[in-house]
Structures are given as structure tokens and as C-alpha cells.
């Protein structure tokens, strides 16, 4: 094809014009002067998971029924799927392009369909082929961040110890996080998932300063991440009355099998998740819980959802009230003395002040009084080498902290306390642990790891598990870039809810997860932004016959040779998966 | 997407079109359906020229470049040469453009259409005579700008009801189709080629050089151009039997036009008038449908 002609005698002429060959051979990429390139993007879901997890990818993967080619996916990021499908706070659906054309895509539902679905098939993880390491390294806690890191530590191929003060795995996922939110069978499933890669344990170890120094010459590196377990106490007259309980130790006795005496009239004071799951846990033990909170509803840290359902389920919450004096009788606290505020103009942090409403002191009847005003990490454990600022460790990007060989992530280093930033954090230790006992930096791969501009790195990138081709620009695709035309309206898919009454009278799960079915049509709905899909638009709307299509799984390629440079395909396409670039000539 | 349409390809790439022209796709989508056993017969236009030179051509079938007025006659001489062959397989596909079907070409047209020919009419619509530097046609729409009604004086005279002339021929089969959606396009194609007698097909194709438009953009004008009214997608049976193949979403008319310099001189006053008639014209077809 593409041959030319040429009759050397007239003889040769045909009698009448007529044509032998096609037009192939005529070079009409000459007329070029935009060239169109095929490159994917980064989806802003992607862009903002602060775990790295590649979200449109595993959405895709769902839209073809791919269900445990999806969990691996999601597995090479974060070994937790189950437990961030049920308890993420999934800044990847704020970002979420559909969120400006609809609804954002009911992402968590999905994840927790792909990863309860790999449970209930027994799924395993495929083996990755790597050589063992002979260097040895110590976590230090098990919340998501020790998890992450030891579980991504071992797949590059490290000796690894996980070091846990408590007698079992998990963190605040385990303690904190109760049973209604999080099953604790669906937890230790994920946990045994990580274990069975080859990880040593030993729980009922609390490290300390001591310990490290003497113990754990052996490791080639440390990795802190015990979180925050310290309940700050609450600065009033009687706070210290032994009838005060801590939020946070009230969620861990209960998990425990402990049992903690309540009366009806539980008052919690404190309007962050452990206030909120303290409520909401001691109403399923029979009490009538209510929260007091200090500031407005738009400054409450917990997550907006769970305050809702908290109300929903009839627990009241106080805004704008703060206890001032604990009364008790004995032992026996009776009452609670509170004042309201209101606010004044915002301080240096931005935060409104608060001001004493004079005069506005009142008594409320109490039997229990919980106190969940927050979480600090027990800094007395460190090495004085380890430096602070604000009670947290202090690290570069590499989360590597002052002292040398050690790194710390999670609840210990970060304000940004989430069990995704945990993860997203375990995760780059491991890689800058990698780095630091390679002699290499952290920095030098930043660019090929680094998902988008966003808080995620990719380990599957690092792993070169990929595909280096199809590696996304950092560019992130943003609504206006998405051709609307290709897709209708159609409403999210919600989860289902058990009934007010047979939540408060079990410990069972809130949120039912989404039917197969549901998952599917939900996943449909996702836009792939930035990344080809194979819709084949760029080819259909081809008038110059110069998109080539490949079999299986290949992206289309242009013909140079024929591209006129017209800029359909990059019009039309309806995810914004190419780009133009201005020709050299 | 995910299209329907077949992907054998009947173009060679290498074509002599702009870039983004629109007729190339109206001319592959219908070859697609058509498939090897189609005979083309091109008036003189843009195709005669796309085509490519002596002694090459573009299309993989068999095609007969012809004299501008004559295309219906062509290949009405055609499908007799080839029935007088025993040859009931062979589909003869007309492809002119506006100016050869809406003026020059109509007589021989109009003349077939009553006999009943049994071929396929595209009319693939640039909206004016295009090979030859932009001119007017009959099919030229109210207010826009070529060469031969020049700003200070642009068309002040609607676009022809082509299709609607050609239903009163009371021929099997018209339609107006766009190569925004070549899923649409095809299955008419595919019903036309399974109908004997003359079947009209009038396919919008979009000229970025001769609208003053960028060559990207010439899909999203056509499917504004579906969505805005101003080119319905609608079928005729047998004369009488209007049928509205898609619901459009009502896009107002100033979205379309803004695209395309060939209607940059408009005043707010000019686009209120077309968005008008868009109105009243789809109105009437609304009638004819509901009929
Ligand atoms: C009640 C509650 C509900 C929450 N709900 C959510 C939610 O819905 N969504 C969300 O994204 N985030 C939630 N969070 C926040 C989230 O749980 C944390 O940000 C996350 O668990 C931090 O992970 P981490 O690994 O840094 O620490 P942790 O999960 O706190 O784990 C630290 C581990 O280290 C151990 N440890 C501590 N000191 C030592 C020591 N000296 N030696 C050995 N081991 C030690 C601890 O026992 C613990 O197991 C919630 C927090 C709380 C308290
Ligand atoms: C009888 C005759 N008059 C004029 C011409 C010159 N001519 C060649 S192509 C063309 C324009 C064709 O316009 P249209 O049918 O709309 O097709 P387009 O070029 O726009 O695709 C003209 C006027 C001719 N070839 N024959
Ligand atoms: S539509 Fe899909 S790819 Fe785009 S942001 Fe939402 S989930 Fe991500
Ligand atoms: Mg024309």
C-alpha cells in the first residue's frame, strides 16, 4: 500500500483515467503544525488520596467486572482496603470532577464492595517476585501507618519486626473505631493479609527510650508510629475526679471486654471522633449519652457524616458549651456545671474566639461524665535525639527524623490525622527507608513516584510494577477539561442504612455495602478522567484515517505520516487523556 | 463512546481534504456500512478532489467521477448497466455535495427520485459551494457569510427544506443525518441499503475553511448544530411518515453560531431572528411528526 506510479512510454497510459493504488503514499503529516499526543492525566481522585491509591484506575477496572484485578490494584497501594471503604474520610469524592456535573462517585461504597467481595472469594495477593534484604527493620505501633509501612517494608523485600504496647494489632483502628463503623473480623482479615507476607510481631511491647537504645541495635532502621494515645485531660475544678473517664479508654475497655458501670445520663464532652463514636458506642451499651462541644458545628473536627448519624440516632449535641465545674457526691459525680459561649472575631489561627456568655452558668444532671477533648502522643517514650515542635516529631519530607536511622509517620508526626495520611505515610517511609539503606535519596525518585501534585506517592510506580508508558502526567484534570457531552446525568448510588432501632440495639454495622450490581452501575459512572478508557472517539472522529488501532489492551497510536493535526481526537476525547503540542518544523 | 459502526475502512489516509473536514467522515461512515460491493459516483465538488489524482485513489471501491449536474443521472445509468448484469448485490451510492444536489444537480435528481431509481442520494452538506472558494447555495443558511454574500450583504434567504422536497417525491426513504453521530448515520445507511428504490440521505458535514471555524472543533459544531435545532435529525417513509430520531436539547442558537466566523457579524437582533426561525421551523416539523 502507499506505492507510487510512474508509466515510463505513453503506451503504458491507461485508455481511460483510472487509479491503481491509494493515496497512501502521500505524506499529509507534512501539512502538520499542531501534532496530538495520547498521554494520560491524573485524575484529581488520585491527585488528593493522601494513601496513593490509583482510584480511576480500580473504578475501571469495576466498570469491565474486574473485581479482584481492582483489589490487587488498590492492594499495591494500601493494604487496607476493607477498613478505608468503610472508615476513610474520602477526600478523593470532594475532588470528584462528576462532583460538578452530579454527584461525586460513590467511591468508599465501591472500595468496600471490591475488598469485602476479595474476603468473601478468597482472594489472595499474587506473589511479588523479589530478592530478600538482609537488613533488618522495626516498626514501632501497628495503627495504619506501622501497618503500611511493614506491609510495603516486606514486599520490597526487608526483614521486618512490628512492635505493638497492646496485646493485639490495629491501632485506633482496633481501640478507637468501634465495632458498628468497623467489624473487627473484617480488620483482622486485612491485618492477616499483611501478616502472611512473612512479618514478625510482638505484641504486649511497649518500647521506650530504653529500649531502643538497647534493643535494637540489630535494626538497620526504626520506624515510630505510635500515634496519639494520650488523653488530654480535662482543666476544670473536679476533672480529675477518678468518675471522669476517658473517651479514648472507654472505647479501648470495651473493645477489650472490659466492663465499664454507666448510668443513663452520660454526658461526653468534646466534638472530635472520640467524642462522637464515645456517644454513639455508649448508647448501644443502654445509656442516654449527649455531647457538649465548646465551639460551633462548623468547627466540630469529626467527620460530618458521623455526626449526622450520631443525631440521627437521637443523640443530642450541645454547641457553644463548655463544663466549667464537676459536682460530685463522694466518689459519685452528679452533675456538671457548664457555661455557654458565643463567638468573637477569629484569632491568629484563624479559629473564632470564644467568649463566656456572662451569667449563663448552669447545672446539668450527669451519672457519667466522658471526656474526649483530644489526643496528644506520649512523648516520653522518644530519645532525646528525636526533636519536637508542638508535642510532634519533627521530620524532613522523607519522614526521616533527627536522629539517624530513624523515621516516624502517622498520628506522631502529623496534625493531618486520618487513617489514609497514616497509610499514605507508612508508605513513603518505607520507600525513604529503601533509599536511606540504598545510600540514595528519597527525592531522586519523587518525580516518577509523586501521583500528580497531590499528598500520594505510587508504589506500584516504585516497584515498577506499571506500565512506564503509560505513566500519568502530573497535570491534573480538572472539570472544564471533560467533555460533557459524552456522558447523562445520573444519581449516586447511596448505601443502605440499618434502622435506627436495630442499631441502637446491637453493636451490628451502620452502613450496608453496596449489592454487586450497585457497585457495577456506580463504577460506570466515573468519567476516567485523564486517562483512556479505549472509547475510541479520537478513532471514529478521525478524518484523516491516522488513529491506528492496536489489539488487546494497547493504546491507539497515531499515524504521523497522515495526521493533518486538525484537533478532533483531542476535542472530542471526553476525558482529556491527550494533548497538543506545537510542531517543530 | 463505544461505537456500532463497522471499522473496515474503505478511505486510504493520505486523502487530499483540509484538516477536520467533515465530508471525509460522511463519505467513511456510510462506506463502512456499504462495505466492497458499492459503486460511487461523485459530481464535481470538494470529493472530486479529496479523492486524489490520476492514478490514485483514496476510496477502495470502485468510484466514477462525474459532471456537476449529473450524479442522479449517472448513477441511475449505473444500477441499469449492472441489473442488466444479473448484479442485484451491488448498492450505486451518489455522493454530491449541496451545491450539486440543492441547485445544479436537482432536475436530474428530482427527475430519478420520481422514477424511483433504486440508489442511495447523499447529500453531504459544507452549506455551500466549497471547491471553488466558498459561494452561496440554496442550502447556505439565513445570515451567513461566503464569498458571494459578503458581510455587508450576507444571505438573506433561508436554507432550502431539501429534505422535505425530496419526501413530496413520495421516494421509500429520507433522511438527514450527521456525522456527530455516526452511530445514527449508520443505522440509516444500513436501513437505506435494505430498501429498494431511490433513498435520500442529507448528512451534515461541517467545512472548517469555508465556515471560518477551528478544524477541532467541527464535531461539536455538528452536534450543536443537532442540539440547537438548526439541523433536526429526522426520517421520512414513503413521503408521509416523519419520524424525530433524536430529542434535542434545546441548546440555544447563539452556542452555534458563536463557533463559526461565517456568522461573526451577526447583531444580538440577527441571532434573535434565527433563533426564530429555528423555533418555527422546528415547530413545523414537530406538526409533521405528530401527524
Ligand atoms: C475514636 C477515633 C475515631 C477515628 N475515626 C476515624 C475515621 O473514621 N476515619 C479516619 O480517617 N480517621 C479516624 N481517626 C483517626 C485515625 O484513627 C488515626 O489518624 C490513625 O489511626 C493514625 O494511625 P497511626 O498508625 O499513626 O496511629 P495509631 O492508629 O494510633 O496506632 C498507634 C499504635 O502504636 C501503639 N503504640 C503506642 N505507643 C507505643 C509504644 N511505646 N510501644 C509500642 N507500641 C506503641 C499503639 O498501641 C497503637 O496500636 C479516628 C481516631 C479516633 C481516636
Ligand atoms: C457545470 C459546472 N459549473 C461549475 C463547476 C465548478 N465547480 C466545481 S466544484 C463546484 C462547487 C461544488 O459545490 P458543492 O456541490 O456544494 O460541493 P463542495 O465543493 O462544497 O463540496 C463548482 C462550482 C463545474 N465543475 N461544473
Ligand atoms: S469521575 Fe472518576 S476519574 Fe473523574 S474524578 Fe470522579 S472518580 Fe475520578
Ligand atoms: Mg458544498
Keep these: 500500500m502507499g506505492k507510487q506510479i510512474t508509466f515510463d512510454k505513453k503506451e503504458d497510459l491507461p485508455l481511460v483515467t483510472s487509479s491503481f493504488e491509494?493515496?497512501?503514499?502521500?505524506?499529509?503529516?507534512?501539512?502538520?503544525?499542531?501534532?496530538?499526543?495520547?498521554?494520560?492525566?491524573?485524575?484529581?481522585?488520585?491527585?488528593?488520596?493522601?494513601?496513593?491509591?490509583?482510584?480511576?484506575?480500580?473504578?475501571?477496572?469495576?466498570?469491565?467486572?474486574?473485581?479482584?484485578?481492582?483489589?490487587?490494584?488498590?492492594?499495591?497501594?494500601?493494604?487496607?482496603?476493607?477498613?478505608?471503604?468503610?472508615?476513610?474520610?474520602?477526600?478523593?469524592?470532594?475532588?470528584?470532577?462528576?462532583?460538578?456535573?452530579?454527584?461525586p462517585i460513590n467511591i468508599s461504597a465501591i472500595e468496600r464492595f471490591l475488598a469485602d467481595n476479595a474476603i468473601k472469594q478468597g482472594y489472595i495477593l499474587p506473589p511479588i517476585k523479589r530478592k530478600k534484604k538482609k537488613e533488618k527493620i522495626a516498626i514501632i505501633g501497628s495503627g495504619p501507618a506501622g501497618l503500611s509501612c511493614a506491609y510495603q517494608l516486606k514486599r520490597i523485600g526487608y526483614q521486618v519486626t512490628i512492635f505493638e504496647a497492646l496485646p493485639a494489632l490495629g491501632g485506633m483502628l482496633r481501640i478507637g473505631i468501634p465495632d458498628y463503623r468497623l467489624p473487627k473480623d473484617i480488620l483482622e482479615h486485612e491485618i492477616d493479609t499483611i501478616l502472611e507476607l512473612?512479618?514478625?510481631?510482638?505484641?504486649?511491647?511497649?518500647?521506650?527510650?530504653?529500649?531502643?537504645?538497647?534493643?535494637?541495635?540489630?535494626?538497620?532502621?526504626?520506624?515510630?508510629?505510635?500515634?496519639?494515645?494520650?488523653?488530654?485531660?480535662?482543666?476544670?475544678?473536679?476533672?480529675?475526679?477518678?468518675?471522669?473517664?476517658?473517651?479514648?479508654?472507654?472505647?479501648?475497655?470495651?473493645?477489650?471486654?472490659?466492663?465499664?458501670?454507666?448510668?443513663?445520663?452520660?454526658?461526653?464532652?468534646?466534638?472530635?471522633?472520640?467524642?462522637?463514636?464515645?456517644?454513639?458506642?455508649?448508647?448501644?451499651?443502654?445509656?442516654?449519652?449527649?455531647?457538649?462541644?465548646?465551639?460551633?458545628?462548623?468547627?466540630?473536627?469529626?467527620?460530618?457524616?458521623?455526626?449526622?448519624?450520631?443525631?440521627?440516632?437521637?443523640?443530642?449535641?450541645?454547641?457553644?458549651?463548655?463544663?466549667?465545674?464537676?459536682?460530685?457526691?463522694?466518689?459519685?459525680?452528679?452533675?456538671?456545671?457548664?457555661?455557654k459561649n458565643r463567638t468573637g472575631p477569629p484569632d491568629s489561627s484563624g479559629n473564632k474566639t470564644l467568649i463566656e456568655i456572662k451569667d449563663s452558668h448552669f447545672p446539668i444532671e450527669v451519672d457519667n461524665i466522658i471526656s474526649a477533648i483530644g489526643e496528644i502522643p506520649d512523648i516520653s517514650i522518644l530519645p532525646e535525639e528525636v526533636d519536637l515542635e508542638n508535642r510532634l516529631i519533627v521530620t524532613d519530607e522523607s519522614l526521616k527524623t533527627t536522629m539517624n536511622g530513624v523515621f516516624a509517620g502517622g498520628d506522631v508526626k502529623s496534625p493531618l490525622r486520618s487513617i489514609a495520611h497514616a497509610i499514605g505515610s507508612g508508605k513513603r517511609a518505607a520507600i525513604a527507608i529503601d533509599r536511606y539503606l540504598k545510600a540514595k535519596t528519597l527525592e531522586d525518585v519523587m518525580d516518577t513516584i509523586r501521583i500528580g501534585?497531590?499528598?500520594?506517592?505510587?508504589?506500584?510506580?516504585?516497584?515498577?510494577?506499571?506500565?512506564?508508558?503509560?505513566?500519568?502526567?502530573?497535570?491534573?484534570?480538572?472539570?472544564?477539561?471533560?467533555?460533557?457531552?459524552?456522558?447523562?446525568?445520573?444519581?449516586?448510588?447511596?448505601?443502605?442504612?440499618?434502622?435506627?432501632?436495630?442499631?441502637?440495639?446491637?453493636?451490628?454495622?451502620?452502613?450496608?455495602?453496596?449489592?454487586?450490581?450497585?457497585?457495577?452501575?456506580?463504577?460506570?459512572?466515573?468519567?476516567?478522567?485523564?486517562?483512556?478508557?479505549?472509547?475510541?472517539?479520537?478513532?471514529?472522529?478521525?478524518?484523516?484515517?491516522?488513529?491506528?488501532?492496536?489489539?488487546?489492551?494497547?493504546r491507539n497510536t497515531i499515524d504521523y505520516d497522515h495526521c493533518k493535526g486538525c484537533g478532533v481526537c483531542i476535542e472530542e476525547c471526553p476525558r482529556d487523556a491527550m494533548y497538543m503540542e506545537r510542531e517543530e518544523k | 463512546m463505544s461505537s456500532t459502526m463497522p471499522m473496515q475502512e474503505y478511505i486510504s489516509p493520505g486523502h487530499m481534504a483540509c484538516p477536520g473536514c467533515g465530508a471525509v467522515l460522511a463519505m467513511r461512515y456510510i462506506l463502512n456500512v456499504l462495505g466492497e460491493k458499492t459503486v460511487v459516483v461523485i459530481p464535481a465538488s470538494c470529493w472530486s478532489v479529496i479523492d486524489g489524482v490520476f492514478p490514485y485513489s483514496a476510496v477502495r471501491v470502485p468510484l466514477f467521477h462525474t459532471a456537476f449536474e449529473t450524479a442522479a443521472s449517472v448513477a441511475s445509468g449505473i444500477k441499469a448497466g449492472l441489473d442488466i448484469q444479473g448484479d442485484t448485490e451491488t448498492t450505486v451510492l451518489a455522493f454530491a455535495g449541496d451545491g450539486a444536489t440543492f441547485d445544479i444537480g436537482f432536475q436530474a435528481l428530482s427527475g430519478a427520485a420520481e422514477r424511483n431509481e433504486d440508489f442511495i442520494y447523499v447529500c453531504y452538506d459544507n452549506e455551500a459551494y466549497m471547491n471553488?472558494?466558498?459561494?452561496?447555495?440554496?442550502?447556505?443558511?439565513?445570515?451567513?457569510?461566503?464569498?458571494?454574500?459578503?458581510?455587508?450583504?450576507?444571505?438573506?434567504?433561508?436554507?432550502?427544506?431539501?429534505?422535505?422536497?425530496?419526501?413530496?417525491?413520495?421516494?421509500?426513504?429520507?433522511?438527514?443525518?450527521?456525522?456527530?453521530?455516526?452511530?445514527?448515520?449508520?443505522?440509516?445507511?444500513?436501513?437505506?441499503?435494505?430498501?429498494?428504490?431511490?433513498?435520500?440521505?442529507?448528512?451534515?458535514?461541517?467545512?472548517?475553511?469555508?465556515?471560518k471555524s477551528k478544524s477541532s472543533q467541527i464535531i461539536k459544531i455538528a452536534r450543536l448544530a443537532v442540539h440547537t435545532k438548526v439541523f433536526p435529525l429526522y426520517e421520512v417513509e414513503n413521503g408521509f411518515t416523519f419520524h424525530i430520531n433524536m430529542e434535542p436539547k434545546n441548546i440555544p442558537v447563539r452556542e452555534y453560531l458563536k463557533l463559526q466566523g461565517r456568522f461573526a457579524h451577526l447583531s444580538e437582533e440577527d441571532i434573535a431572528d434565527i433563533q426564530r426561525q429555528v423555533d418555527e421551523e422546528w415547530e413545523h416539523l414537530l406538526k409533521r411528526a405528530l401527524y
Design chain 1, 453 to 554: 501534585d497531590g499528598p500520594g506517592l505510587s508504589m506500584r510506580s516504585y516497584l515498577q510494577r506499571d506500565d512506564p508508558s503509560r505513566r500519568k502526567t502530573k497535570q491534573v484534570v480538572r472539570y472544564k477539561d471533560i467533555n460533557i457531552d459524552y456522558f447523562e446525568q445520573k444519581p449516586r448510588h447511596a448505601v443502605k442504612t440499618l434502622s435506627i432501632e436495630e442499631r441502637v440495639s446491637s453493636k451490628k454495622e451502620v452502613h450496608l455495602g453496596f449489592p454487586c450490581e450497585t457497585a457495577l452501575q456506580e463504577a460506570g459512572r466515573c468519567f476516567n478522567c485523564g486517562v483512556c478508557n479505549h472509547c475510541d472517539n479520537c478513532y471514529i472522529f478521525c478524518s484523516d484515517l491516522a488513529v491506528i488501532k492496536h489489539k488487546g489492551k494497547t
Design chain 1, 22 to 103: 491509494s493515496m497512501a503514499w502521500n505524506k499529509t503529516g507534512d501539512w502538520r503544525y499542531l501534532k496530538p499526543i495520547f498521554q494520560d492525566k491524573t485524575p484529581p481522585c488520585n491527585n488528593s488520596c493522601p494513601a496513593g491509591e490509583d482510584v480511576q484506575g480500580y473504578l475501571y477496572l469495576a466498570q469491565k467486572k474486574k473485581y479482584k484485578e481492582a483489589w490487587n490494584l488498590i492492594k499495591e497501594e494500601n493494604p487496607l482496603p476493607a477498613v478505608c471503604g468503610r472508615a476513610c474520610m474520602h477526600p478523593c469524592e470532594d475532588s470528584c470532577n462528576r462532583g460538578e456535573f452530579d454527584e
Design chain 1, 198 to 339: 512473612g512479618i514478625q510481631i510482638q505484641t504486649k511491647a511497649r518500647i521506650d527510650k530504653e529500649t531502643i537504645a538497647k534493643d535494637m541495635k540489630d535494626f538497620h532502621a526504626i520506624f515510630i508510629a505510635t500515634g496519639c494515645h494520650k488523653s488530654i485531660r480535662l482543666g476544670i475544678a473536679g476533672g480529675d475526679s477518678r468518675s471522669v473517664i476517658s473517651g479514648l479508654d472507654f472505647l479501648k475497655d470495651i473493645h477489650f471486654g472490659k466492663k465499664v458501670p454507666l448510668g443513663k445520663k452520660v454526658a461526653v464532652i468534646g466534638g472530635g471522633n472520640t467524642a462522637i463514636d464515645t456517644a454513639r458506642l455508649a448508647l448501644r451499651l443502654g445509656a442516654k449519652p449527649f455531647i457538649l462541644y465548646r465551639r460551633t458545628p462548623a468547627e466540630m473536627p469529626a467527620i460530618k457524616s458521623e455526626v449526622i448519624q450520631a443525631e440521627n440516632e437521637g443523640i443530642e449535641i450541645s454547641y457553644l458549651t463548655a463544663p466549667t465545674r464537676i459536682i460530685s457526691k463522694g466518689n459519685r459525680v452528679t452533675a456538671l456545671e457548664c457555661v
Design chain 2, 132 to 211: 471553488t472558494g466558498v459561494q452561496r447555495s440554496s442550502a447556505t443558511p439565513y445570515g451567513a457569510w461566503t464569498t458571494t454574500t459578503p458581510v455587508r450583504h450576507p444571505k438573506d434567504r433561508p436554507k432550502k427544506r431539501i429534505l422535505e422536497i425530496m419526501a413530496a417525491h413520495e421516494i421509500p426513504y429520507a433522511a438527514t443525518a450527521s456525522i456527530a453521530y455516526p452511530d445514527d448515520l449508520s443505522a440509516k445507511v444500513k436501513k437505506a441499503k435494505g430498501i429498494y428504490g431511490t433513498k435520500f440521505l442529507h448528512i451534515f458535514s461541517p467545512c472548517p475553511t469555508g465556515w
